[in-house]
């Protein structure tokens, strides 16, 4: 693919638009993809042919270079509709801008096909990487791989060891899914069709170009090798966090969906209030939901706007400002759990029957926000230690 065939004319809402038309398709497939613990290569080929792939692909390589806002927005509106679509998505296209940290030959190499790349990877070191002329081999596994199951290419943390296999610096490194397998690890309670299955790596050779040490990753080290292009500025650990809270946002906006539009259908069990419109009860519940729901609106948008901020500025956050990131995507995943847990109150228990979407939702928001990089309670003594002028790590991810 040429630079000049690679110039986009689409933009981050015309993904959108063509994304949001493909709700329904999505929805008729859920549960199938629940089913079959993977999202089905329909709606994965519908998805790619809308572009919601390539959303954080170079442009150069005719992808769009969209920003986090936009990112937040497509898996919002996909998790309207099922939860494990929008979680491949959503670490599809994290993945694709991470990779985009390492060596410029590495980039080229995993767009070689295109912008439509579908990439899985986990950035904890669950491996080796041994130095032999040329590059590296590589062995490990890594477990919570998202994506696995429709992935082209795969990224995992490890540590480079010497040859007395001390270990000498964490980095990650890039492989076509052609050199690994895939255990099939995924059995959980939700995110079923997310395909997080384990990546196995036995004795994988990968040239120098696809590693990429994380120190300059985690502190901000790779800002000069993008001056003109801010998308790829922005902060590491921030945009990894925050990109997570995309389909929370989208949980919670379908739940407020589907208990509005049953309100004035469904009477209220066991009373003698024949629409749960007409309840104070139920008004209120709906009422204390949106808001909520809301809120974690307004705080994940804050949080995006100050990421590409500092981004379009070039200047790596401070210490306070990205534990404000992780302290508003914490606020925005407690908001969302209260709602969605509020509504099902409000609904009552027929939203746990199989055949009814909410139970999905409810699982599949619970499973999402337990990732560990961005769990509440982490996130908020981080801030507050910030708060207090304590700069102690406790997590890598900040």
Request: glycine fraction near 8%; aromatic fraction near 8%.
């Amino acid at each position: 693919m040429t630079t000049a065939d690679a110039t986009p004319t689409e933009t981050a809402d015309d993904v959108l638009d063509r994304v949001g038309a493909l709700q329904p398709l999505i929805r008729h497939h859920a549960a199938q993809n629940e089913r079959d613990r993977k999202v089905s290569d329909d709606v994965v080929d519908a998805l790619k042919d809308a572009g919601a792939f390539r959303l954080a692909a170079p442009r150069r390589f005719g992808g769009l270079e969209a920003g986090l806002r936009a990112m937040l927005d497509l898996s919002a509106v996909i998790a309207e509709a099922d939860g494990g679509t929008s979680w491949v998505t959503t670490l599809s296209n994290i993945n694709a801008w991470s990779t985009c940290l390492f060596d410029q030959a590495a980039v080229a190499e995993i767009y070689d096909s295109g912008p439509d790349t579908i990439l899985s990877g986990v950035v904890s070191p669950g491996g080796t990487a041994r130095k032999v002329p040329g590059g590296y081999v590589i062995n490990g596994e890594w477990p919570y791989a998202s994506a696995s199951l429709h992935a082209d290419w795969v990224s995992g943390g490890v540590w480079e060891v010497d040859e007395d296999g001390d270990e000498i610096d964490q980095s990650m490194v890039v492989m076509p899914i052609s050199d690994v397998q895939i255990k099939d690890t995924w059995y959980v309670a939700g995110m079923r069709a997310s395909g997080s299955n384990t990546i196995v790596a036995e004795d994988v050779f990968v040239p120098e170009h696809r590693l990429s040490s994380m120190l300059p990753v985690a502190t901000g080290g790779y800002l000069e090798q993008y001056p003109d292009n801010p998308f790829y500025r922005s902060a590491f650990a921030p945009m990894l966090v925050l990109v997570l809270v995309g389909p929370q946002l989208g949980f919670g906006r379908a739940a407020l969906e589907m208990a509005l539009a049953k309100a004035s259908t469904k009477a209220l069990a066991y009373t003698n209030i024949e629409q749960q419109s007409d309840s104070v009860a139920f008004q209120l519940l709906v009422a204390d939901a949106a808001a909520k729901i809301d809120t974690a609106h307004l705080h994940a948008y804050r949080a995006a706007e100050d990421v590409e901020r500092y981004a379009q500025q070039g200047v790596f956050p401070d210490f306070l400002a990205r534990a404000r990131v992780r302290a508003d995507s914490a606020v925005a995943l407690t908001s969302i759990n209260s709602a969605v847990n509020t509504l099902l109150n409000a609904c009552g228990a027929g939203s746990f029957a199989e055949v009814n979407p909410m139970q999905r939702i409810w699982r599949d928001s619970n499973v999402g926000q337990r990732h560990a990089v961005m769990l509440p309670q982490v996130s908020m003594e981080t801030y507050g230690k910030a708060l207090l002028g304590r700069v102690d790590h406790i997590t890598a991810i900040l």
